[in-house]
């Protein structure tokens, strides 16, 4: 079967293998639609941490079930699915008390064990999600959008809330959307006016700031004089992390999302002083991805306008790198099989 390896950063190859077997209680899937994700490109440019090369990266997947190896499975031949890439260990402390997505020996699949760049891949049964009633390219988009209800989920927004986002990248459309959803007020921050643009024009965003100089006084004016009590950083930027605590109210939480392989920080006294609440958001659950398909059939996030580049197995290795322009103003690529 045809399979794309990212031997090292800079170095996409395709390559040749054999179709796997699934073991008992794994399923066969045949690749229809990936998602490319910045963790992808982090990876390509060699600055995603917990990352190994040489690796088939891919985790956000959608494919149809070719055969199943277990008897009590409800899955069958031509199942239409998507992937859960999240392999928890199921017995450390973060597995029992029910959140796999930061399991102490987690594998996210196309990170920590190879990913669904390839024509085939086996996924153990527990980790296919039926979804019948989604077009392939939602079905794609699900995990990138589950990203984003995760966060809000552990940002827990007041309805009337104002909700800061800084990084309107996929991730943080995600965010917007989900915070949105749930009855949030939410302001969007980002340093390309074409990603507030797609905030506002393609998905009906009412606050969108450009950063920079003056962008703290443009939120204090939208929060009626105050900085925000729910600032949620997706950015994967050492400055916007550390300089994200200015921009949090009294009282008020500070979740980063976005992912850095630096150490930093902020001086004691200016965290101390607001009594801020620090929180992580780590990859995402079962239920985040039950809840993005449900929104997805509902109306309530709009995941196909997400889409903007597209490629196949062949031409992915020329795409890809190309991805990293910013000229490009790439939002989501999508490799269709």
Same mark, same amino acid.
């Given at each position: 079967?045809? +399979? ?11 390559? /040749?293998?054999?179709? #796997?077997?699934p073991e008992p209680g794994e399923a066969l899937v045949r690749m229809v639609r990936m998602g490319i994700c910045g963790t992808d490109l982090h990876a390509y440019r060699g600055d995603q941490p917990f990352f190994s090369y040489p690796r088939v990266i891919g985790h956000e997947l959608a494919g149809e079930v070719v055969s199943v190896n277990g008897d009590d499975s409800a899955l069958a031949p031509g199942d239409p699915v998507v992937v859960l890439p999240y392999l928890g260990c199921k017995t450390c402390i973060a597995c029992r008390r029910g959140r796999p997505n930061c399991c102490a020996d987690i594998r996210v699949m196309g990170v920590h064990v190879d990913g669904g760049l390839r024509e085939f891949l086996?996924?153990?049964?527990? &980790?296919?999600?039926? $979804? ?10 699900? /995990? ?5 209800? &995760? =966060? ?6 007041? #309805?009337? /809330?104002?909700?800061?986002?800084? @990084? ?14 749930? @009855? ?21 965003? /009412? &606050? ?19 900085? *925000? !009590?729910?600032?949620?950083? *997706? +950015? ?23 992912? =850095?392989?630096? =150490? ?12 801020? !609440?620090?929180? *992580?958001?780590?990859?995402? !659950? ?15 996030? *709009?995941?196909?306008?997400?889409? !903007? ?11 890809? #790198?190309?991805?990293?322009? #910013?000229?490009?103003? $790439? ?7």
């Amino acid at each position: 079967m045809k +399979t794309v390896v990212l031997e090292q950063p800079g170095s996409l190859v395709r390559a /040749e293998s054999g179709v #796997p077997v699934p073991e008992p209680g794994e399923a066969l899937v045949r690749m229809v639609r990936m998602g490319i994700c910045g963790t992808d490109l982090h990876a390509y440019r060699g600055d995603q941490p917990f990352f190994s090369y040489p690796r088939v990266i891919g985790h956000e997947l959608a494919g149809e079930v070719v055969s199943v190896n277990g008897d009590d499975s409800a899955l069958a031949p031509g199942d239409p699915v998507v992937v859960l890439p999240y392999l928890g260990c199921k017995t450390c402390i973060a597995c029992r008390r029910g959140r796999p997505n930061c399991c102490a020996d987690i594998r996210v699949m196309g990170v920590h064990v190879d990913g669904g760049l390839r024509e085939f891949l086996t996924v153990p049964i527990d &980790h296919l999600i039926p $979804a019948p009633d989604l077009s392939w390219d939602q079905r794609a988009l699900v /995990e990138c959008l589950a990203i984003g209800a &995760h =966060t809000v989920r552990r940002a827990a927004p007041e #309805p009337g /809330e104002n909700v800061l986002v800084l @990084g309107i990248g996929p991730i943080g459309l995600g965010v917007l959307q989900f915070a949105r959803a749930d @009855g949030a007020r939410v302001i969007a921050v980002d340093m390309r006016e074409d990603r507030l643009a797609f905030w506002r024009d393609d998905l009906g965003g /009412e &606050h969108g700031i450009l950063g920079g100089e003056g962008s703290a006084e443009r939120v204090k004016d939208l929060c009626g004089g105050d900085v *925000a !009590t729910c600032v949620i950083d *997706a +950015t994967g930027s050492v400055g916007s992390m550390v300089s994200a605590l200015d921009l949090v109210a009294h009282g008020g939480r500070l979740v980063y999302v976005g992912l =850095t392989k630096e =150490t930093f920080g902020w001086p004691h006294p200016e965290f101390h002083k607001r009594e801020a !609440t620090l929180l *992580a958001s780590r990859n995402a !659950t079962r239920d985040d991805f039950q809840r993005v398909m449900g929104d997805m059939r509902s109306g309530a996030v *709009a995941p196909s306008c997400l889409v !903007t580049h597209r490629t196949d197995l062949d031409g992915v290795c020329g795409v890809l #790198p190309d991805l990293l322009d #910013p000229k490009l103003r $790439a939002m989501k690529a999508l490799v269709e099989f």
